[in-house]
């Protein structure tokens, strides 16, 4: 069979197989910034409920209301347009207050996840340079010992009930705090409790400050193609594309100011920062916020109060769910959309949820530097297990070789993405940028396929970063962490299949005192890095492969 060659950009092969409807465009500049969006969103859905977390619900006049109280409260601490602010908590109704405040304050947003080790804290910090924090008590005694370090000014505390009103809350904080020994002991001087800081607000008025698409609203720290940690800038013209992309998508599927939809991924994360965050607003549904969905058995009695109609989570989420025995038991007649992304949806979960729910599990896919999602499944029906789907309105792909020329179409290339949900660029880090960019495009790193009609498939990746549950780790942060061990001589790290979690992180080490233990490894590694990333295996070898010039080869220690 001949070579079929195609310029990817220009046919848009995608387009004919869009379910009838969907727009092939959307105008990324709708909104003046993400303001605007609030703003509208308020207007039209007022008092209808916006998040609901603890038993409580607050709706869209109350999330307006109590976001503009902390905006005025971080302009009196003298926070201006363009500073950072860092907001580190699990899925609470606090976030979403403090980051429409910080928005409405004109700030930049550095999303951080809860569950950071300091030392991660204080690159993520230093790194963006955030002045601000707002943090769940859980985890300052970790902000404690490295805020000297950084130029954290202003600290703002909340605890997990603090928006439970009465007696009811205050119970929950003690019960949290004394009981299940969830908070350890912290001494942060002048740090502000988040509830004061509310009724300090209140007082004034904050003053919004001109607002382009053109600012930055967040960023969001990842590896990137290689190495530690960067922020990808993300304006306000970002997310909005973005948002009005996935919006585009279902729209056909969704009733505005009807629709309940499950928030079970932190906001943190860019998926649900953009879909759950924003695009449920957008929908005007009622945002369930889950704060702990390792809770099982919580979860699923959540999930029974509830006739939803949208959820979101990644793969392991949903074979969690699904091998949860009351999970069947819960009324499924009102759901419409099941989206998964983050890591690769599996067969045999797809079908199982279909089986169990009567709805389709969709596959999507996207990279935190394009906020995020490029591709997605059509929720018309026409799916195709196995793919992710076809490009989502407005965003144009290509399928490379190494010199960047298209391929022909079916065979392997490097998906290169364009289109108005691409990051500015990583914040301060215009050499890490150049290598992702080439004009245009951002090279993804994933190595794909395209079929004739558009849909895409993921058949390994260029990049050797290794994915948890969702979650990116970088087997050069977990080797520089590892090899601080004062008993390793070498060590190499790849990424193993893993049933739970897609992948575990597995470790080679070469000992330099033999008497170094897998527990020892583990051990030190859980000190050094956030869970996800610590090793779930370690092997221990006498050498490892090496290139020419001395170069741990991970693609020898995969083949192994």
Same mark, same amino acid.
């Given at each position: 069979?001949?070579?079929?060659?195609?310029?990817?950009?220009?046919?848009?092969?995608?387009?004919?197989?869009?379910?009838?409807?969907?727009?092939?465009?959307?105008?990324?500049?709708?909104?003046?910034?993400?303001?605007?969006?609030?703003? /509208?969103?308020?207007?039209?859905?007022?008092?209808?409920?916006?998040?609901?977390?603890?038993?409580?619900?607050?709706?869209? $006049?109350?999330?307006?209301?109590?976001?503009? $109280?902390?905006?005025?409260?971080?302009?009196?601490?003298?926070?201006?347009?363009?500073?950072?602010?860092?907001?580190?908590? =699990?899925?609470?109704?606090?976030?979403?207050?403090?980051?429409? !405040?910080?928005?409405?304050?004109?700030?930049?947003?550095?999303?951080?996840?809860?569950?950071?080790?300091?030392?991660?804290?204080?690159?993520?910090?230093?790194?963006?340079?955030?002045?601000?924090?707002?943090?769940?008590?859980?985890?300052?005694?970790?902000?404690?010992?490295?805020?000297?370090?950084?130029?954290?000014?202003?600290?703002?505390?909340?605890?997990?009930?603090?928006?439970?009103?009465?007696?009811?809350?205050?119970?929950?904080?003690?019960?949290?705090?004394?009981?299940?020994?969830?908070?350890?002991? *912290? $001494?942060?001087?002048?740090?502000?409790?988040?509830?004061?800081?509310?009724?300090?607000?209140?007082?004034?008025?904050?003053?919004? =400050? =001109?607002?382009?698409?053109?600012?930055?609203?967040?960023?969001?720290?990842?590896?990137?193609?290689?190495?530690?940690?960067?922020?990808?800038?993300?304006?306000?013209?970002?997310?909005?594309?973005?948002?009005?992309?996935?919006?585009?998508?279902?729209?056909?599927?969704?009733?505005?100011? /009807?629709?309940?939809?499950i928030t079970a991924?932190?906001?943190?994360?860019?998926?649900?920062?953009?879909?759950?965050?924003?695009?449920?607003?957008?929908?005007?549904?009622?945002?369930?916020?889950?704060?702990?969905?390792?809770?099982?058995?919580?979860? %699923?009695?959540?999930?029974?109060?509830h006739r939803f109609?949208?959820?979101?989570? %990644?793969?392991?989420?949903?074979?969690?769910?699904?091998?949860?025995?009351?999970?069947?038991?819960?009324?499924?007649?009102?759901?419409?959309?099941?989206? !998964?992304?983050?890591?690769?949806?599996?067969?045999?979960?797809?079908?199982?949820?279909?089986?169990?729910?009567?709805?389709?599990?969709?596959?999507?896919?996207?990279?935190?530097?394009?906020?995020?999602?490029?591709?997605?499944?059509?929720?018309?029906?026409?799916?195709?297990?196995?793919?992710i789907g076809l490009?989502?309105?407005?965003?144009?792909?290509?399928?490379?070789?190494?010199?960047?020329?298209? %391929? =022909?179409? !079916?065979?392997?290339?490097?998906?290169?993405?364009?289109?108005?949900?691409?990051?500015?660029?990583? #914040?301060?880090?215009?050499? /890490?940028?150049?290598?992702?960019?080439?004009?245009? #495009?951002?090279?993804?790193?994933?190595?794909?396929?395209?079929?004739?009609?558009?849909?895409?498939?993921?058949?390994?990746?260029?990049?050797?970063?290794?994915?948890?549950? !969702?979650?990116?780790?970088?087997?050069?942060?977990?080797?520089?962490?590892?090899?601080?061990?004062?008993?390793?001589?070498?060590?190499?790290?790849?990424?193993?299949?893993?049933?739970?979690?897609?992948?575990?992180?597995?470790?080679?080490?070469?000992?330099?005192?033999?008497?170094?233990?897998?527990?020892?490894?583990?051990?030190?590694?859980?000190?050094?890095?956030?869970? *996800?990333?610590?090793?779930?295996?370690?092997?221990?070898? $006498? /050498?490892?492969?090496?290139?020419? %010039?001395?170069?741990?080869?991970?693609?020898?220690?995969?083949?192994?």
């Amino acid at each position: 069979m001949a070579e079929q060659l195609i310029n990817y950009a220009s046919e848009k092969l995608w387009l004919k197989s869009y379910p009838k409807g969907t727009v092939a465009d959307i105008n990324p500049d709708h909104y003046s910034s993400l303001l605007g969006f609030f703003e /509208e969103c308020v207007q039209k859905f007022g008092n209808k409920p916006a998040y609901e977390n603890l038993g409580v619900v607050l709706s869209f $006049n109350d999330i307006d209301r109590l976001s503009s $109280n902390f905006a005025a409260f971080l302009q009196q601490k003298g926070l201006k347009k363009g500073d950072r602010i860092a907001i580190q908590m =699990p899925n609470l109704l606090q976030y979403p207050i403090a980051t429409f !405040g910080a928005l409405k304050a004109g700030l930049t947003i550095v999303n951080t996840n809860p569950l950071y080790t300091p030392k991660e804290m204080k690159h993520q910090f230093d790194d963006s340079g955030a002045t601000a924090i707002v943090i769940v008590a859980n985890f300052a005694a970790n902000l404690q010992s490295i805020i000297k370090d950084t130029a954290i000014k202003t600290v703002i505390i909340t605890e997990i009930a603090d928006m439970v009103p009465g007696a009811k809350g205050w119970l929950l904080n003690k019960a949290i705090k004394h009981v299940k020994k969830m908070v350890p002991p *912290y $001494n942060i001087p002048n740090a502000i409790r988040f509830t004061d800081a509310l009724a300090e607000g209140k007082k004034h008025r904050h003053t919004t =400050p =001109p607002l382009t698409n053109n600012d930055i609203a967040f960023l969001q720290y990842t590896g990137g193609t290689t190495g530690i940690s960067k922020g990808a800038a993300l304006s306000h013209r970002n997310i909005l594309a973005n948002m009005e992309q996935l919006i585009a998508w279902t729209s056909t599927n969704i009733k505005e100011g /009807e629709e309940i939809g499950i928030t079970a991924l932190p906001l943190y994360h860019i998926f649900a920062l953009t879909f759950n965050c924003f695009g449920y607003l957008r929908y005007g549904a009622r945002n369930v916020l889950i704060t702990n969905p390792r809770d099982m058995v919580g979860f %699923v009695a959540e999930l029974k109060k509830h006739r939803f109609s949208i959820i979101s989570g %990644v793969n392991t989420l949903f074979n969690s769910l699904l091998n949860q025995p009351d999970f069947k038991t819960v009324d499924f007649s009102n759901l419409k959309v099941s989206l !998964g992304g983050g890591m690769a949806v599996q067969d045999v979960v797809a079908q199982k949820w279909q089986e169990t729910t009567g709805c389709a599990l969709i596959e999507a896919y996207g990279l935190t530097e394009t906020s995020p999602g490029l591709t997605t499944n059509p929720m018309n029906g026409t799916h195709r297990m196995g793919t992710i789907g076809l490009p989502l309105p407005g965003t144009n792909i290509r399928i490379v070789n190494d010199d960047g020329v298209d %391929v =022909p179409l !079916g065979e392997r290339g490097e998906i290169w993405a364009a289109g108005p949900q691409i990051m500015t660029g990583y #914040w301060q880090h215009p050499e /890490e940028t150049a290598k992702v960019m080439e004009g245009e #495009w951002f090279k993804t790193g994933d190595v794909a396929t395209m079929s004739e009609d558009g849909f895409i498939k993921i058949v390994d990746r260029k990049k050797e970063m290794i994915l948890v549950s !969702g979650f990116n780790v970088y087997p050069n942060e977990v080797e520089n962490a590892i090899a601080l061990h004062p008993k390793v001589l070498e060590v190499g790290v790849i990424g193993v299949p893993d049933e739970k979690s897609n992948e575990a992180v597995k470790a080679f080490v070469v000992k330099k005192d033999d008497s170094l233990t897998e527990e020892e490894v583990k051990a030190w590694s859980r000190d050094q890095l956030t869970s *996800y990333k610590v090793p779930k295996h370690v092997e221990f070898r $006498n /050498e490892l492969p090496k290139s020419n %010039v001395g170069k741990i080869l991970r693609r020898l220690l995969k083949e192994d």
